[in-house]
């Protein structure tokens, strides 16, 4: 298949339109032995298709907490989530999540298999059809020589791509994306943030990215909000233009330093 049939149409990023997420004052607590920790207190935020929104804090910030929270994982302790106006109930495959965890795939499924499995799960699609478009996206992210490898003879770069893969197969109205190159080395790092954009642009893709690196923030995102440490609440909201996104560039630089005094010198004012 070629990219131009796999590319869905850019999705307009019209602020008038009705957002795809709504996040309305989200306070998520867990129960602790010590008692109630607050990991996300009053969160609201709005994200439309074709909008690659980034939450970016400090580890404790609750991104992790409130990524889960509108993937359906765990329900918010206040306050509402909604996808098309209508409350999240649990997980879908409307919204696909890639975590951090290298851990995320089958062990007894090669790479072809995984993914081919969600599809034929997720997307209902036949074998012969799952397997066609499984081999199509894996090809895509770079994996076309290892699609019968399991997953324990597959370095951790190539586990994400599998995820990745898997999660673009399925088509979802939302990417959710916790970190997932966190625990890749900085060279693979900055090579997968720059596919990882390429495929975002080419299928027009709706992502909610969680990062704690400025750089991968700027280089991914078309917005970042900004969360405080501990309990997360949001400080600042920076928009990001196709030229800022360039490293190296002016606009990248004045962006990395007031995200560094809004998120880590807890300094700037709201933006
Ligand atoms: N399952 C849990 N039970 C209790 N506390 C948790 C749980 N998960 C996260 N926390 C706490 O919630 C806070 C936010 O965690 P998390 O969402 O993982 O933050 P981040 O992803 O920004 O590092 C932290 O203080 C963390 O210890
Ligand atoms: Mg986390």
Not at 6 to 24: C, G, I, K, M, Y
Not at 30 to 48: K, N, P, Q
Request: glycine share 8%; hydrophobic share 45%.
């Amino acid at each position: 298949m070629s990219i131009a049939t796999l590319t869905r149409p850019t999705a307009s990023s019209n602020a008038s339109s009705a957002p795809l997420l709504q996040v309305n004052h989200v306070g998520i607590d867990y129960a602790t032995r010590e008692g109630t920790l607050t990991a996300v207190d009053d969160v609201s935020f709005a994200l439309h298709a074709g909008e690659r929104l980034v939450l970016i804090g400090p580890s404790g910030s609750g991104k992790s907490t409130l990524l889960r929270a509108i993937g359906g994982f765990v329900a918010p302790t206040h306050g509402k989530i909604l996808i098309d106006g209508a409350p999240i109930a649990r997980p879908a495959p409307d919204r696909m999540t890639v975590f951090q965890e290298f851990d995320q795939l089958l062990p007894w499924r090669s790479a072809l298999g995984n993914v081919r499995y969600a599809l034929e799960r997720g997307r209902k699609l036949s074998r012969r059809q799952a397997e066609r478009e499984a081999r199509d996206w894996l090809t895509r992210v770079g994996l076309g020589r290892f699609l019968d490898a399991y997953p324990h003879t597959l370095s951790g770069g190539m586990k994400q791509r599998v995820a990745i893969a898997r999660a673009f197969a399925l088509q979802p109205r939302l990417l959710l994306m916790d970190e997932p190159f966190a625990a890749l080395d900085a060279l693979t790092r900055r090579q997968m943030q720059d596919e990882l954009l390429a495929l975002c642009e080419e299928t027009g893709s709706t992502a909610l990215f969680v990062t704690h690196g400025i750089d991968e923030a700027i280089v991914v995102g078309t917005r970042i909000l900004a969360l405080t440490a501990h309990p997360g609440r949001l400080a600042a909201s920076f928009t990001v233009s196709a030229d800022d996104r360039t490293r190296g560039s002016a606009g990248f630089g004045v962006l990395e330093r007031s995200i560094q005094q809004s998120v880590f010198d807890g300094s700037a004012a709201h933006a």
